[in-house]
């Protein structure tokens, strides 16, 4: 074997005989115009022949296609598969889309990569279960539902789920169609919706497990919630801006008690106050305490503007000063710090509240990063005021209501004024009013805003409901820690935010949704939820949906026995809640309803980047929760579209790529020209899709030109196969030529690394090593080496045969090769075989079939060496034509040359095995330097390493190679200088023309 591997090389013109010709004639029998001296002989010259077209321009393409999947029964390749009898079962479940927009290069990008997937197991022989999905529910659908009704606040409940509904069907079948014509495989008369009723059902049996394992609860706390959506929201549904404005304020809090320990340091005849500084001024009239950190530093200073006393965190005495414009004195007779158990018992008079109380206490969220190191608390807008006073049992009285807009307890100052708008600034004024307000300034920053409306979110205290992911993320973390993950850096971030998870706001305050099956007490409002109220209704789900839930009266929902259970009177008592459950509980339940087989675990999810924090999250966490495993054995993340300069696609930019106008054009073709499906497929599987994937014209042409060239290099092998039957005409391995031979060899490694790379997930990796086998391997190598051969020798020679059996072999592993990922060109193909007339086509017949038994011992060694002396040839004419020359190669005995022997027996020969890989016109084999040789000779050195039997046998070689003018003419037929006469043919084409009789 080679110690390096050699490049399989061929320079322009190095072999010009029947190459240039050949490409005219493949889609013809027509002959090119030509030279009057051969062209009595192109009758008795086996040129390719073939009808499968070079390229598809203009609309041939999609129109192509859309004739293929007709002919070749791409809509019921699913359901065939499905019936195979066989033990293996590969399961890809399918993240449902959202079903409220027309199908983007997203959509395109995620489908596509799934159907590589499946594609490909199922030509492996597996029975592949895939079962396309949508998300139903949730606002963006109600919103854009509802954005061209009049009068939307009259609506009843069941008017907004019912227009919902059908606005959601409308976006299915949009995409739907779009997904077939993508050429994905699936059951497309059965997939799954989250508003299906068996699938509402599934769900609310999952919601119960949960509530009766202790992981799902009811509670009063402080949530992420969106004004402009009147609903609570959890985090995954978030993004936040960077570049946010909001009203910062530095405000002052009046000393009320002076904690005992700082008495005897102020002096009584000047009040002091705390400082404050908040991004949100909306919050103060909700202020229930100042919190410090604990064991931390703070001084007591005196304002040289105006003379009053201010306590600060000692770490930002100077910052504070320098942002205020003014300076701070020290306290000198305290040496400038006292500890934060100074703080202790103190407390202060809210600035805006008469006779509000605000305590000073201790807390671990306090940082001294921003602000004065003291941090204003209202427990009803932030998760850590929350946690504050809950350990000091504090007010959690929330003032603002749904829509964002202060409540009567507020005050008539505020009352009806918007917290981030008009109300923002009325509490300013107030702070002004009362002289609490040190200084105003804008502050940018990041903010959270709802993913759907991309309006301000605000934090806001209400009665939701949650799950405790707390006390269930340490066994997510450890079973996702057994899930493969590719690529590996994403478990980190998915391990990442499970561990910053604490709990999950499941509930929202929408129509359109799957309510949550809970019944309150009119009076008390106690929840009502038990094995007999969700067995009814879980029921009734089952049989009408969820619309039930606001159609039905509640005698029909709730019993009177489970009442009773519950120690209630009388089911007139209670009423039916009316929150729905988040989306990612919809879709992350999709197990309990999509998969079949008792394990109920899918062999791979296959989503993008944002999933982490999302659907493969929320699937985790229910599944966790209810069976303590996983519902999936492999996650693979994929980036995001962006425009071909790596920026996000926006209509004012107008880089947005539409999928549709990809494949069959926009209104000018000149601009946008129809593509096809195959380009966009391409497109998917040559991006590296673990990384952002980006998109445009330039991408796209590039696309369509590697399947040009991949196209020219199938339709060779197609032309040169039309009188080839591979049952009748193959030839053993063993009696190929060696050439032969090893392309059997290097088919066979393709096939295996190309089988790895599909195993990894690795698409990019199958279309390298394509293009590097179809370019390096076939058309620059072995097409040039046995044109000869196929074009000139007799049809039926063994010769002829052996290259034809290689080619077929060629044809069918690489078109296999690439059918998962252009299932449109690989069933193309197969319709243009000049044999199997009856074929089953590409994906019903299975994957890749090389033999174990193409791995020859020293077939590769013999040929690489050959290789390595024809470079050493070609390297010395620069270019010119290599028939011109004859070759004289001068081994000393050893390996190499009995390597070279294997290829040619005879001393000297124009027919040899090792003069066709040659390709000059005679080939000289010696064992000795020649005695004489002429003056004009090119004379090169060279070496080749040959290591055999793993590494156990190697050798060096030394060789040289004696090139020389050709002394003969060229032949009129074959065009090769063999000939004695440049008007008479060689012996070999005299000997095939006789065969075939007089020309």
Known sequence: ???????????????????????????????????????????????????????????????????????????????????????????????????????????????????????????RGYKVHYVPGWDCHGLPIELKALSEVKGVANLSPMEIRQRAREFAERAIEKQRSAFIRWGIMADWANCYCTFDGKYEANQLRVFYKMYDKGFIYQDYKPVFWSPSANTALAEA???????????????????????????????????????????????????QAICYMPDSAYSIVKCATTGEYFILAADRVESTAAVLDTQFEVMSTCKGKFSCGDLADGSCAHPTIPGRVSPLL????????????????????????????SHHQLPMDCLVDEGGFFTEAAGPELQNKNVLEEGNEAVIQMLQAAGSLLKEEKYVHSYPYDWRTKKPMIIRASKQWFVNTASIKATAQEVLKKVKVIPTSAVNRMLEMLDRRTFWCISRQRSWGVPIPVFYQKDTGESLINSETITNVIKIVEQQGTDAWWTLPIEQLLSKEAVAKAGGHDVSDYVKGQDVLDIWFDSGTSWAHVLEDAEQRADLYLEGKDQLGGWFQSSLLTSVSTRKKAPYKTLVVHGFTLGEKGEKMSKSIGNVVDPDVVINGGEDHAKDPPYGADVLRWWVAESNVFTEVLIGPVVLNAARDDINKLRNTLRFILGNMDDFNPETDSIPASEMYIIDQYMLHLLQDYGSKVTEAYKEYDYSKVVRLLQAFCSRNLSNFYFSIIKDRLYCEEEKDPKRRSCQTVLAEALDIVVRSFAPILPHLAEEVFQHLPYKKDSEGVFRSGWIKASSGWKKPGTEEAVEGACAIRDSFLGSISGKNALEYEVVIVIEPGLLFELMEVLQAEESSSVSQLNEIMMASQTTLLSEFPKETPADANIISGTFLINLEGGDIREESSYKVIVLPTAKAKCPRCRRYTSDSSSIPCPRCMKVIAGKGSV
Not at 242 to 254: A, G
Not at 364 to 385: F, I, Q, R, S, Y
């Open 362 to 389: 201790p807390a671990n969220h306090v940082t001294m990063t921003k602000g004065t190191g003291l941090v204003h608390t209202a427990p009803a807008h932030g998760m850590e005021d929350y946690n504050v006073a």
């Open 1 to 123: 074997r080679a110690g390096a591997r050699l490049r399989l090389r061929v320079r322009p013109r190095a072999a010009d005989g029947w190459v240039r010709s050949a490409a005219s004639e493949a889609n013809s029998r027509q002959p090119a115009a030509e030279s009057r001296e051969d062209s009595q002989y192109r009758d008795t010259v086996l040129l390719p022949r073939s009808r499968f077209p070079a390229q598809l321009p203009g609309r041939l393409q999609p129109e192509t296609e859309l004739e293929t999947q007709q002919k070749c029964g791409f809509s019921e390749l699913y359901s065939w598969q499905r019936q195979r009898k066989t033990k293996q079962e590969f399961c890809l479940h399918d993240g449902p889309p959202y079903a409220n927009g027309e199908p983007h290069v997203g959509h395109a990008l995620n489908k596509i990569l799934k159907d590589i997937t499946n594609r490909f197991y199922m030509m």
């Open 237 to 287: 549904e978030l993004e936040y801006s960077e570049q946010h404005v909001s009203r910062s304020v530095y405000i002052k809090f009046p000393l009320l008690k002076s904690p005992p320990k700082l008495t005897s340091v102020l002096d009584g005849s000047c009040p002091a106050s705390v400082l404050v500084w908040t991004t949100q001024p909306w919050t103060v009239p909700a202020n």
